[in-house]
Every structure is written in structure tokens, then in C-alpha cells.
């Protein structure tokens, strides 16, 4: 007790520093929401309103197959995504349940902690749940969407290796959302994408591409044909949603390569002269 108190009042004394002042901060903060979120655990009824057995959609297959969607991505309407949007428009306008839209039983990805703890990557709130409410892992919202799903869509790895390693990942894997999208749809749209601190787009749409091929080895192979109500596999929305990124990384890699290949003109040069040049001249 005494070299606790000592302790303490060492640390209370160094709190005139600006450094230790912060980390006393940081510290205190955490305490709070370590707190914070045991009321959340402790208070979290939305299990009670969300379903917990959701139709799953049937997988249907491309009537129209090869098709090239790079060439008529124009003429494509992605008649879901715009209702979606308009939907989600409308009711952040009116904040109001209409019938059809908010069931009493169906809560919104938005409004439920767990897929909000997901789409954000807080681990805490979800191992939380997760751990507490060993059922939650299994719950839909009203768009048939999982908590996987939407991991995937916010594209946060570590909520993604979390769920891999618990035991409802092959039921999660294989949900198939009221839009008929699978989580490869997820992975390949970027609906919910977020630019990275990355170095250029090049490099960005290397990461687009690595996390659709990693969602990609652990879907049943008959996934990466099923069509969502656009009528698109995951590989046209890939193609559809990724054609600018695909144009704007040609274009920085151009650039970059002139870059480099000036430097390295000016570099050679410079070696030139000096293997050249005459010992002790001027």
C-alpha cells in the first residue's frame, strides 16, 4: 500500500509535464470507455428486436454470360444501389418509421451496436457482444445483411479475422443479403469505401484487389457466379466500381515512371562524368 501511494504521487507530480500529461489523459480516457462500454453491455436490448432467422436468398445465375461490363457500364443502371440511396436519403430527412422501411421487429445496420461496432472496427464493442451474447454473431438487420457482411463492406480485416476464427464463420460466409449480394459483392463494391494513407492509387487499388481475392479463397465456388438484383457477379461490380480507380492508377504510373526515368537519366549522367573524369582536374 505504502509504494502504491508513492507511486501515485510521483505520477500526480509528473503531471506538470505536457508528456506525462497526455498519457494521464489517454489513460483515463480508456478507463472511461472501458466503462462505458460494460453499460453498453449491460443496457444492449437490440438483440431482443432483430430477427434472428432471416430468409436467405436463393443463388441465380447470369442469363447473359461472358459479358463485357467495362464497355456498357454506362448503360447499366444499378437500380438497387440508387433506391438504397434514396431510401437512406429520405429517412435521414424525416427521421420518421414508415411502413415498409422500419419494421417494430428490424432494427438498421446503423442503429444496431454490434454491426455499428463492425462497420466502425471497434474490436472491443464486438468481442464484447460477441462474447456475452454468443447469438448476436447470428442476427440480420432489415437488409439480410450479417455482421460479416458488413465487416467486409467497411473493409476492416480485423473484425474479418476475428469472425474467421469463431465457430458461425461457414454459416456466415454463405449469407446471401435481401439484394442478393453475397460478401464477395461486398468486397468488390465501394459503396462504403474509405481512401487509405497510402502512396498513390496504384497502391490503393492493389489493396482493393488483394482483399477481394482474400474474400474470394473462402466463398463456395458457386458464389462467383451468382447475380445480385442488378444482375451483376462480383466480378462486374468489381470492374463496374473500380474503372476510374483502374484509370486514375495508369495515369500515376505513367507519371511516376517519367519521374523515375528523369532521375535516372540525371543520375547516370552524373556517374558518366565522375568515372570519366581526370584524377586531380578541376
Known amino acids: 500500500m505504502v509504494l502504491s501511494r508513492i507511486n501515485y504521487a510521483f505520477w500526480k507530480r509528473a503531471k506538470g509535464y505536457l508528456c506525462i500529461q497526455n498519457v494521464w489523459d489517454k489513460k483515463r480516457s480508456h478507463k472511461f470507455a ?13 438483440r431482443k428486436r432483430c430477427p434472428f432467422v432471416f430468409p436467405n ?19 447499366i443502371k444499378l437500380k438497387d444501389r440508387v433506391m438504397k440511396e434514396e431510401a437512406v436519403k429520405d429517412l435521414l ?27 466502425s472496427g471497434i474490436m472491443e ?9 454468443p447469438e448476436a454473431v447470428s442476427y440480420v438487420n432489415r437488409d439480410g445483411l450479417n455482421v460479416l457482411h458488413v465487416a467486409v463492406k467497411h473493409r476492416k480485416s480485423k473484425v474479418y479475422e476475428y469472425l474467421e ?24 463494391s465501394m459503396e462504403y469505401y474509405r481512401e487509405e494513407a497510402l502512396a498513390g492509387v496504384a497502391y490503393q487499388l492493389q489493396r482493393e484487389l488483394q482483399w477481394y481475392h482474400q474474400i474470394r479463397e473462402i466463398v463456395p465456388k458457386q458464389y462467383l457466379m451468382h447475380v445480385d438484383k442488378d444482375g451483376l457477379t462480383p466480378g462486374d461490380l468489381l470492374d463496374i466500381d473500380h474503372a476510374d480507380m483502374h484509370d486514375q ?14 532521375v535516372a537519366v540525371l543520375i547516370a549522367g552524373v556517374v558518366f562524368a565522375a568515372a570519366y573524369a581526370i584524377p586531380g582536374g578541376t
Open 57 to 75: 436468398e436463393k443463388i441465380m445465375f447470369s442469363e447473359e454470360f461472358p459479358s463485357n461490363v467495362t464497355e456498357k457500364k454506362d448503360q
Open 93 to 119: 430527412r424525416d427521421k420518421k418509421t414508415e411502413e415498409g422501411w422500419l419494421g417494430d421487429n428490424i432494427l438498421p445496420m446503423w442503429e444496431t451496436p454490434l454491426f455499428l461496432g463492425a462497420a
Open 125 to 133: 464493442v464486438v468481442k464484447g457482444i460477441i462474447e456475452r451474447y
Open 249 to 262: 492508377a495508369k495515369i500515376w504510373m505513367k507519371e511516376t515512371s517519367q519521374s523515375c526515368s528523369t
Open 165 to 188: 476464427k469463431g465457430p458461425a464463420f461457414e454459416s456466415l460466409k454463405q449469407r446471401i443479403s435481401t439484394d442478393k449480394r453475397t460478401i464477395l459483392h461486398h468486397a468488390a
Open 34 to 46: 472501458d466503462r462505458l462500454l460494460e453499460l453498453l453491455l449491460d443496457s444492449e436490448g437490440s
